[in-house]
Antibody
């Protein structure tokens, strides 16, 4: 079964750091492009970061220089290292697998497998 | 950044109704448009990618259309399990962006 399980969320003071993990099963993160998406309480979805199978990374502007997306292929796990956390980073953080068209395996940039989410609360 | 504007933001409908949600992009995004359904406390679920391709396992009452800057999601006959919030997302340009969402509630 294809599955993603996030962990590492919690209550953290402003300015602090936290690392989120996303353990994958049923597929290899190394062969896929993976994203982190967050959702502030009562708000919509916001894409945060993406890593390609080749290792290239992309970020939304508000987290550039503060967040780092990475993966450990031996553990089949995706990470989001977050530093200099702000109140506005408070959200449920989801990891998600990027989808491909079935015939040519071309990325379509939709996310077809999601984890259950982990909650990050930045507050003093 | 590409802005996605969904309309309406809230929709009240009855079982069996045909429902249409619109997503407008601030600039052309070809067909790199995706639709999701999200229920309270749950992760989003992919419904449609490439503007009009139904994700495997999604009921055929869902359909998508459009290209360039205007896109629609249609539910041909609303079912009880379809009451949820729907989001569009573009994959044409970084940063990837989502629409503000459309909440579909029971009339």
């Amino acid at each position: 079964e294809v599955q993603l399980v996030e962990s590492g969320g919690g209550l953290i003071q402003p300015g602090g750091s936290l690392r989120l993990s996303c353990a994958a099963s049923g597929f290899a993160v190394s062969n896929n492009y993976m994203s982190w998406v967050r959702q502030a309480p009562g708000k919509g979805l916001e894409w945060v970061a993406l890593i390609y199978s080749g290792g290239s990374t992309y970020y939304t502007d508000s987290v550039k220089g503060r967040f780092t997306i990475s993966r450990d292929d031996s553990k089949n796990t995706l990470y989001l290292q977050m530093s200099s956390l702000r109140a506005e980073d408070t959200a449920v953080y989801y990891c998600a697998k990027g989808g491909y068209t079935p015939m040519h395996r071309t990325p379509h940039f939709g996310m077809d497998v999601w984890g259950q989410g982990t909650t990050v609360t930045v507050s003093s | 950044d590409i802005q996605l504007t969904q309309s309406p933001s809230f929709l009240s409908a009855s079982i069996g109704d045909r429902v249409t949600i619109t997503c407008r992009a601030s600039q052309g995004i070809s067909s790199y448009l995706v639709w999701y359904q999200q229920k309270p406390g749950k992760a989003p679920q992919l419904l449609i990618y490439a503007a009009s391709t139904l994700q495997s396992g999604v009921p055929s009452r869902f359909s998508g259309s459009g290209s360039g800057t205007e896109f629609t999601l249609t539910i041909s006959s609303l079912q009880p399990e379809d009451f949820a919030t729907y989001y569009c997302q573009q994959g044409n340009t970084y940063p990837l962006t989502f629409g503000g969402g459309t909440k579909v509630e029971i009339k």
